[in-house]
């Protein structure tokens, strides 16, 4: 995944900062987006379920498992996880509503492994990486937002610029969220009891298929 210009741009422009024209020249401006946009866009995409950052992946079974008293299959994880959301055996057909549910499908992630009770397992997650091209409009502004926030200071020196570009970065993010709701099957992830959280490792939205 590279760094998108565009949203560069329109981070820069609510500064009112000079554009760029690519991430390696040798600007401030284009430094300072190239160490921030990663992050910024990492961490949006770890926030809330994206239809358009949603991937599936049939998971490598590992040879050795470290945990057998406690689960009875060790999986390695994709490398662009985001955020592991559901898990189902292979061939399953009820994505996504995910109809199949039960104590075989609690999972725990820990030092890149997955570890569960599935057999041919496949896991539903948000990515960690997405191109520009794939994102929606509304997600956009929000990355921008969020990015303008990170390059106040370096930027401009400015907190209270800082501070006023997180107000918009959270308006931007709600909406962006709201609209990707509405594009997207409502999906139970109410499900999890209680010892099946706790066993999923602290991962926000693991769970349940």
């Known amino acids: 995944m590279g760094v998108s210009i565009t949203t560069c741009n329109l981070a820069l422009g609510e500064l009112r900062a000079p554009p760029i024209a690519d991430i390696s020249e040798d600007t401030i401006e284009a430094r300072e987006c190239a160490r ?17 950052a949603n991937r ?7 040879a050795t498992n470290d ?13 662009d996880v985001a955020k592991p959301l559901r898990l189902a055996p292979a061939g399953f057909s ?6 199949w549910t039960g104590p075989a499908s609690q999972f725990l992630i820990e030092n890149g492994t997955l570890y569960t009770n599935v057999t041919d397992a496949v896991l539903e997650y948000s990515a960690a990486t997405v191109d520009d091209g794939a994102m929606t409009g509304l997600f956009v502004d929000a990355l921008a ?20 570009m997180l107000q918009q970065a959270e308006i931007a993010f709600q909406r962006a969220v709201a609209e990707d709701r509405n594009r997207q099957p409502q999906r139970d992830t109410e499900s ?5 959280a706790a066993r999923m490792g602290g991962w926000p939205g693991a769970g349940y298929c």
């Open 94 to 99: 009820a994505w996504p509503s995910c109809d």
């Open 56 to 62: 599936r992946a049939t998971l490598a079974q590992l």
């Open 192 to 196: 999890v009891d209680e010892v099946g």
């Open 36 to 52: 921030y946009y990663p992050q910024v866009l990492r961490i949006l995409l770890e926030r809330h379920d994206w239809s358009f």
């Open 67 to 79: 945990r057998p008293n406690e689960w009875s299959l060790a999986y390695a994880m994709p490398t």
């Open 145 to 164: 937002f969020a990015l303008a926030a990170r390059l106040a200071v370096p930027l401009r020196d400015s907190p209270t610029t800082k501070g006023q």
